[in-house]
């Protein structure tokens, strides 16, 4: 009631007249009759009984979910997706003086020589696109992705890198793109998280939780770590002596008293605690069955290259797929692992044995189930890496002006190549995609205006892509 807000935000006393009353607590009293009335007819709206309901985005979508496979670190366009024979030319020279005039590198001297590509590459499928021998697995579903090898960044080192690729800035505490996407969208999954993450690389990603947090937003909508292994989340199961009965006993007294301090501060932090009590008593039920991948057959876990009981890359994308099924409305999984500074070669190769295959299977099983038309899967880093040499003969530095994504599904015109790099693969020449552009994408497809999908913070609206950000037309089918 609002007579209760007031007095609990510390009205005098001696101000609660009769007149005062009337004034403030009969809206009060006439909100909860028509909330009532509402109830009794069905008119309450989902959303409002819960923050992650699903929700209508703003039009017609083409994507209904999104599995982003966060290559952290920054994998080499050039050794994967964007062939340079000039650069191969020019292998151990110095770079014309022009193209590296008021350049600025993480770490080596702009004026290192020029490295040429380490490996072969040959055109695959009918759209012909270009792609490195180190990618057998993604060749056979070539037809399937559309690669853009003009992205470009305004960050060059990876912390600032991540977040800006997750939040579209690299100022730390707004929200992540997955946290946008459940607010905007909510969740069709009753018993699983909306957003989760997998982190399966050598280390976690250098911009930390802030690359699935909710910033600003309810903190409802942020990313929710699973771990590949064992329980999702750590202490998921009951501890000796507390059975189902007694825990349920114990969460509907917690959540009595929290839903009365809700409903007289209306504070949304108590909501997603709510919520939050909810949700890990529900999935002390459906997490263990989704986990286990032993039911998955034995072709299925072959062409992922998925380990039962290991915390691989392979095992956390065919979890992505039983996540997808479920209802989950954003999976990343962020493989830090692609930052060769040196050990170019040895790294890039394993690399991508550990991923390429596992990544492709995701595609074809994502079709083979009818699910990837309205699901759209993102491969990338945060930039890409130099034409020029570090760490003797074996390395590259990092690089924001020019690096390869690709997309599949979900709207996403399949079979194509957009945009081209000059002849150096340094900087991007046609076509060129920034960050902002690629969210205001992944946006459209997901039916919103990215200029449209807002949130009151601090005395104004903030947006995924700020003031900037336009739809890559050429993108979409």
């Not at 992705?145 to 100022?171: C, E």
């Amino acid at each position: 009631m609002n007579c209760q807000t007031h007095l609990y935000r510390g009205l005098d006393p001696k101000l609660v007249t009769r007149r005062w009353f009337f004034q403030q607590c009969g809206v009060g009293l006439g909100a909860i009759a028509l909330g009532q009335l509402f109830r009794e007819n069905g008119w309450t709206s989902p959303a409002a009984l819960s923050p992650l309901a699903p929700k209508q985005p703003q039009y017609t979508p083409k994507a209904k979910r999104v599995i982003f496979l966060f290559m952290a670190g920054a994998p080499s366009h050039l050794e994967l997706f964007d062939y340079k024979p000039e650069l191969a030319k020019w292998n151990g020279k110095l770079p014309p003086a022009e193209l590296v005039k008021d350049y600025r590198a993480a770490f080596i001297n702009p004026s290192s020589t020029l490295l040429g590509p380490k490996f072969k590459f040959a055109r695959h499928g009918q759209s012909g696109a270009e792609l490195s021998e180190l990618l057998p697995h993604l060749a056979e579903v070539a037809d399937q992705i559309a690669v853009v090898k003009s992205m470009h960044t305004d960050a060059f080192n990876h912390a600032p890198g991540q977040i800006l690729m997750s939040t579209g800035t690299q100022q730390f505490g707004r929200p992540s793109i997955g946290a946008w996407t459940t607010y905007g969208l909510g969740s069709e999954s009753h018993d699983l998280p909306a957003f989760v993450v997998f982190s399966t690389g050598s280390k976690g990603p250098s911009g930390g939780s802030s690359n699935w947090g909710a910033g600003f937003l309810p903190s409802v909508y942020q990313g929710v770590l699973f771990r590949s292994v064992g329980d999702p989340v750590l202490y998921l199961s009951n501890p000796k002596g507390v059975d189902q009965q007694i825990q349920r006993d114990s969460i509907e007294s917690i959540q009595r008293l929290n839903r009365k301090h809700l409903d007289v501060v209306g504070d949304p932090e108590i909501a997603t605690r709510i919520n939050s009590f909810e949700l890990a008593y529900r999935m002390q039920l459906t997490a263990p069955e989704l986990m286990d991948i032993t039911k998955e057959s034995k072709e299925v876990l072959d062409r992922y290259g998925a380990e039962p009981g290991k915390g691989t890359y392979a095992n956390a994308c065919l979890l992505a797929r039983r996540l997808v099924e479920r209802g989950v409305r954003f999976v990343q999984i962020f493989h830090e692992a692609w930052d060769q500074h040196g050990n170019l070669v040895a790294d890039l190769k394993k690399n991508c044995q550990n991923t390429d295959r596992p990544t492709a299977a995701l595609l074809k099983d994502l079709k083979q189930r009818g699910l990837l038309d309205d699901t759209l899967v993102i491969w990338g880093g945060e930039f890409g890496r130099t034409p020029m040499v570090q760490g003797g003969n074996d390395g590259r530095d990092h690089h924001p002006n020019c690096f390869t994504m690709w997309l599949a599904g979900g709207g996403v015109k399949p079979g194509i190549t957009l945009g081209e790099s000059d002849e150096f693969g340094f900087n991007a020449t046609k076509d060129k995609v920034h960050v902002h552009d690629l969210h205001a994408t992944i946006l459209h497809l997901l039916g919103f205006d990215h200029t449209k999908l807002t949130y009151r913070f601090q005395g104004r609206d903030f947006r995924l892509t700020d003031v900037e950000g336009e739809i890559v037309e050429k993108l979409l089918a």
